[in-house]
């Protein structure tokens, strides 16, 4: 609603939502007096007013409740930690048994400095973790002693617990800094995909390297050195990572040369970008750039991903020298603008997931460009000749794995073996020529999206054929993998002829025609035995998908509009064959040991998922949606790290339940969807981040 508002009209349609309403209106960790009248909450202290309303604030300091003019009696105090909880707390952190006995003071006395805080207790003791010299310890005690740390009015301020926390910050590595700076891009709140964010360090040339996957190793190993740091924490999902609130405030801090100049990164707004290093502007619809002056010098950063930018939105784009990384992805771009291709200093440019028919021949003139992303537009043409001008791309990504339009173009083989700096490819085939020629080189495929659409297409022998003998110098770099067919059987098998399957870790399968998916081979580890994301979308005539009981590292498993998918694990009662392993061993198979997420969309036949004596001992969230038949859970008990079942009221009521005691248990866990969230497919896919999801799209 306030996306495209300035100031004045913020407040404005705040005042007239909130000006006839009761409300509480609850806010944390506010540093400094907020003039709540000026923002466009209406007073609360009308005489003989019919309204009742509140507001609670939550303070690091009485001084603030001071400014604000908050009664004694009005307010709780919560006392910090006391000076033994304290010294606990940063002990187990800091780790000291490498500190001698007699320097133990050290240490005390810098958690008493710490003032309780809970926050930088941790930070700060993960930051002196190991410290074997006295002298680091020295120093820490000495910089947290200086006056302007101890003034009183002064120490419970926002920019005191700031500058105690610099100290954490000033023992990173240089590389390590700008990640973490980098992350206070992202609005509040954000939870970053680890995979995403690394994306976004190596694409801001914070990580460079030889080898794409070496580089991603050691993005990941940055994740966990913050994480170890307390300057990031696990998402709710475990799997992602986010910023808590007050030390992405702190990090903003420091890129604004602590305070000075806040106009260096413009975050959420379309203001003061004249002078501006970093500029985002993220899911906010804008149609219409925001003015850039044409002497503007600063500009390195530009985020404007979901928006609803158009070609005709460039008309006024400046060419900016001092440009280097541009993401338009998931805008709605049919051409790319001619104004792009003039900022001839990017070495980063996303226009993925937008409606791209072809390129412009003026695209060559970026020779510094080494990231272009062009993912997910089926309608993409490059013409002959333009790649072989970004002869510095080490990232080329011209893969789509929409499921309403297949891709009919197929980048040149002969123009891509001479891109010698290439790092990772993702592409699309469509023939037999090109899938046989592809498998061939040495190209780093790290994305395929392999069609094969008609029945009677030659290509058919290569991905359905159980007798292709292994090739020796097949790929080894695949991590992502795509399957868009119209015959009957995917032959899962045979791939591993040609391609190194072993690393992939996200694989889409889609078929109207689909009623048998083979792959005899999981069960010896031989194929996707680091498979972790499977979405099985459109395969109406499969009636069961067993084999997925032989994918020990599979974390999420999405199924969508198979309609006659009668069960999910059958048995051997139902005409299933069992390997050798599982008849001498029938419980070996009983278990999902990594599955966390499982959702099942418009399965209108499905009556069972598997037996109720299966395990699921990782799972964290069901999600059911459109399957009536589904009248059973495959649970006897709770799962133990189960955090959310959601599916609709009604599918819920109908529930039957062999332990009437189980209902009332999983009940606590159940999140019906409303009538809205039923309108949306997107609602449950948000969370997966389907990779095909950008079909529902408006």
């Known amino acids: 609603m306030l996306a495209n508002c300035d100031g004045m009209q913020h407040r404005a349609r705040i005042f007239d939502f909130l000006k006839e309403r009761n409300f509480l209106l609850l806010l944390d960790c506010v540093w400094q007096r907020l003039d709540l009248e000026e923002v466009g909450i209406p007073s609360l202290d009308l005489v003989g007013s019919c309204y009742n309303r509140r507001v609670v604030f939550t303070a690091c300091s009485s001084h603030v409740c001071d400014q604000m003019n908050v009664e004694v009696e009005n307010r709780i105090e919560v006392h910090c930690l006391d000076h033994t909880e304290s010294w606990e707390i940063f002990k187990q952190n800091a780790d000291l048994d490498y500190l001698g006995h007699k320097h133990v003071y050290l240490p005390r006395n810098i958690s008493a400095e710490l003032l309780g805080s809970p926050l930088e207790l941790v930070t700060i003791g993960k930051a002196m973790h190991n410290k074997k010299d006295a002298i680091y310890w020295q120093n820490a005690l000495h910089y947290l002693t200086e006056s302007c740390l101890r003034d009183t009015q002064w120490s419970g301020s926002e920019e005191a617990t700031f ?82 609130s007050t030390i992405r405030d702190f990090a903003l801090w420091v890129v604004h040369s602590q305070g000075e100049d806040k106009n260096k990164w413009r975050i959420q707004t379309k203001e003061n970008w004249g002078l501006a290093e970093q500029v985002l502007l993220v899911g906010l619809k804008i149609t219409e ?49 001619v104004e792009i291709c003039m900022q001839v200093n990017l070495r980063y440019l996303n226009l993925s997931n937008n409606r791209i028919k072809t390129v412009p021949v003026e695209l060559g003139c970026l020779t510094r460009l080494r990231h272009l992303h062009l993912r997910n537009n089926p309608n993409l043409v490059i013409p002959n000749g333009i790649l072989p001008k970004l002869q510095n791309l080490e990232v080329l990504d011209v893969c789509s794995f929409n499921l309403l339009q297949c891709s009919s173009y197929e980048a040149p083989i002969n123009e891509l073996v001479r891109m010698d700096k290439l790092q990772s490819l993702g592409i699309t085939v469509r023939s037999e020529t090109s899938f046989q020629g592809i498998s061939k080189t040495t190209l780093p495929i790290r994305s395929l999206s392999i069609v094969i659409y008609n029945h009677e297409d030659g290509y058919e022998t ?237």
């Open 163 to 244: 500058f105690r926390l610099k100290l954490a910050y000033d023992s990173l590595t240089g590389i390590l800094k700008d990640c973490f700076k980098l992350c206070s891009l992202w609005p509040e709140g954000h939870i970053f995909n680890q995979r995403k964010l690394v994306d976004f360090w190596i694409g801001s040339g914070l990580i460079q390297g030889d080898d794409i996957e070496a580089s991603y190793n050691e993005g990941f190993s940055h994740i966990t050195t913050l994480q170890e740091f307390c300057l990031l924490e696990p998402a709710e999902d475990g799997e992602a990572v986010q910023m808590q």
């Open 289 to 337: 750039l925001p003015r850039i002056p044409s002497n503007q010098k600063t500009l390195e950063v530009l985020i404007l991903q979901h928006n609803y930018l158009e070609d005709g939105s460039f008309g006024n784009f400046p060419s900016l020298l001092s440009l280097q990384y541009l993401d338009l992805s998931f805008n709605k771009l049919s051409n790319i603008p």
């Open 462 to 698: 290569h991905v359905s054929s159980e007798n292709s003998c292994i090739n020796p110098e097949r790929q080894t770099n695949l991590f992502e993998l795509g399957i868009y067919t119209r015959q009957k059987t995917i032959v899962l098998d045979s791939i591993h002829s040609m391609w190194n399957v072993q690393h992939v870790e996200k694989a889409y399968l889609h078929g109207y025609f689909v009623d048998r998916i083979i792959c005899q081979k999981l069960h010896t580890g031989d194929i996707f035995a680091k498979l972790r994301r499977l979405d099985i979308v459109r395969c109406s005539r499969l009636n069961h998908i067993s084999w997925i009981i032989h994918l020990p590292l599979l974390e999420d498993l999405l199924l969508f509009s198979c309609s006659t998918l009668h069960q999910i694990i059958a048995t051997a009662q139902d005409g299933v064959v069992k390997t050798n392993q599982e008849k001498e061993n029938p419980s070996v198979n009983n278990t999902f040991p990594s599955l966390k997420r499982m959702t099942l969309i418009e399965a209108g036949a499905l009556v069972r998922i598997c037996s109720p004596f299966f395990s699921f001992p990782s799972l964290e969230c069901l999600q059911i949606s459109a399957c009536p038949l589904l009248n059973k859970l495959p649970f006897l008990t709770v799962p133990s790290k189960l955090k959310c079942i959601r599916g609709e009221n009604e599918w819920w009521d109908g529930l039957e339940w062999e332990d009437q005691d189980l209902e009332p248990s999983l009940e606590l866990y159940f999140h019906g969807l409303s009538a809205e969230d039923q309108l949306s497919e997107l609602y449950l896919f948000n969370s997966l981040e389907v990779e095909w999801a950008s079909i529902f799209t408006p």
